[in-house]
């Protein structure tokens, strides 16, 4: 069996005219080095010339008075042909002018005087070797980085197109004629300007995809987008949340704390349920929004950023202006563009292809084999009113793909509350309730037709034919209107 290769020591030449002192430096340095000596600087010359062929050595410690030349010269000429080289100079004087002209024309990285003391000199060596490898890496690293630039900057934009994709407003899921549209036009049109959003809206209807959108259909897409629930913290907290603090600032501040505000310098920071803060807050926030700029807490310095700033919540703001429960020059602030996200129940067109969207993620997530859901099913969601907006609906799929046991989900699944809630008053044969409607006469008219088809779809537990009879309809027409509402879910 062949031995393995031994690893070499790193290599150092020794230039002194002292043979004397040549020895010592030797003996002091033969375990860690491997060590090349020369008595001037031809010899030393002619050493780097056969030794280098092999990048070899990595140190050249040599002494300052020599004859016919001095050490500073020589490494002058080193440096030149081997810039990578280490170079050090060893003398027992202190003339100032040579130290100048060592570290200025030579590039010396260490002036050594004598006396020497081994285990200075040693150390001094050991960490020449270091930097030198660090050389070597940062080079190999620059030309990897030069090398895969290209390739980095195409995964980086991939990235983000897929980001855009995800967040931006193809990602806001929405039917032709839903109100969800008029909101997407208007996100649009303020998207590219640095503008003041206010986001109102009930609680779960997807404020933060709104804001989310935004910020990728701006210019600040590639930089950062923060998120922070103003409602969930006391004033003191949320203030070094935003803020940051230096350390000291307060008992328990062990570190300095980069603020939120600073983490999305650059980008946009979104603050949910702002309306939830206190005026004292409020007065704080106004000032850093005014100046652009803002002190950590226990910080003498102010620190500017460049931020959008959106805020949404679910209050009548302008009601808690008219009240003094809010500021009203925040206010101002903050709504330069108000945007009002409608409820689930304003948009029914839109609950089909929410659903099957959070189907397909909800399987994937729990890693089970789902189809979709059948009729009855769906039409028992869309019957539905949804107090909790999407996110109500979220939980409500969620739930449904825990308990299935088969591919194709069907109303035994439901909860009991959509299924006690959901359009009664038609089975009932009473007029089918009109709250909720909003739009005009033809849009209001759609979504009441939207409840009484699925009702019916739900009774007869999706058989097309049964319910097209009991509506008046024929089997084609009846399965026109179910693809048009996205109704469409089982077979006769």
């Known amino acids: 069996m062949s031995q393995p290769a031994l690893r070499r020591l790193p290599a150092v030449l020794v230039v002194d005219d002292e043979l004397r002192s040549q020895e010592a430096l030797r003996r002091t340095l033969e375990e860690d080095f491997e060590v090349f000596c020369a008595s001037g600087a031809d010899e030393g010359m ?3 010339e056969r030794e280098q062929a092999a990048a070899a050595i990595r140190i050249v410690l040599c002494d300052q008075r020599m004859p ?32 100048i002209s060592g570290v200025n024309e030579a590039g010396i990285w260490q002036y050594l005087l004598k006396p020497w003391q081994p285990e200075q000199l040693l150390l001094t060596l050991q960490r020449a070797a270091e930097v030198w490898r660090l050389q070597q890496e ?55 300007y640095d503008l003041a959003v206010m986001i109102t809206g009930e609680s779960g209807t997807g404020k933060e995809m709104i804001a989310r959108a935004i910020h990728y259909e701006s210019r600040r897409a590639d930089r950062p987008f923060i998120t922070e629930n103003c409602g969930a913290l006391p004033d003191s907290l949320l203030e070094s ?3 940051g603090y230096k ?112 189907l397909e993620t909800t399987a994937r997530a729990l890693d089970k084999p789902v189809d979709g859901l ?31 046991d088969v591919p ?14 959901g359009g009664s008053e038609v089975l009932a044969g009473a007029l089918p309730s009109t709250e909720g409607l909003s739009g005009n006469l033809r849009e209001r008219m759609e979504q009441l037709e939207l409840r009484v088809i699925a009702e019916a779809m739900r009774r007869h537990r999706g058989n097309k034919s049964r319910a097209a009879r009991e509506l008046g309809l024929s089997r084609v027409g009846l399965r026109a209107k179910l693809n048009r509402y996205g109704l469409e879910g089982a077979e006769a």
């Open 408 to 421: 194709l989900l069907g109303a035994d699944l439901l909860s009991p509350r959509i299924v006690d809630n």
């Open 374 to 404: 059948d009729g009855e099913a769906l039409a028992g969601l869309a019957a539905y009113r949804w107090p909790g907006n999407v996110r109500e609906l979220q939980n409500e799929i969620l739930r449904m793909v825990a308990l299935a």
């Open 68 to 99: 016919g030349t001095t050490g500073v010269q020589f490494l002058r000429d080193v440096r030149h042909r081997w810039p990578d080289v280490v170079r050090i100079i060893l003398s027992g004087y202190t003339d100032a002018e040579d130290i």
């Open 241 to 243: 949340e935003l803020f």
């Open 247 to 358: 350390r000291g600032a307060f008992t328990g501040a062990v570190e300095d704390r980069v603020g939120l505000f600073q983490q999305a310098d650059g980008g946009t920071l979104f603050l949910d349920e702002i309306g939830e803060t206190s005026p004292a807050f409020q007065v704080k926030l106004l000032r850093a929004l005014q100046e652009g700029e803002f002190r950590p807490l226990g910080s003498t310095r102010p620190v500017t950023v460049d931020v959008r700033v959106i805020a949404a919540t679910n209050r009548d703001l302008e009601e808690d202006v008219r009240t003094g429960r809010f500021r009203e020059d925040l206010y101002y602030r903050l709504a330069t563009i108000p945007l009002h996200v409608p409820p689930l129940r304003e948009r029914p067109m839109d609950l089909p292809l929410l659903a099957r969207r959070l």
């Open 46 to 48: 002619a050493i780097l």
């Open 138 to 192: 940062n080079q190999r690293l620059s030309l990897d980085l030069r090398t895969a630039e290209p390739v980095l900057k195409k995964r980086v934009e991939s990235k983000q197109d897929k980001a855009k994709s995800r967040f931006g407003l193809d990602g806001l899921i929405r039917a032709p004629g839903s109100p969800l549209e008029a909101v997407c036009a208007l996100v649009r049109r303020v998207a590219p």
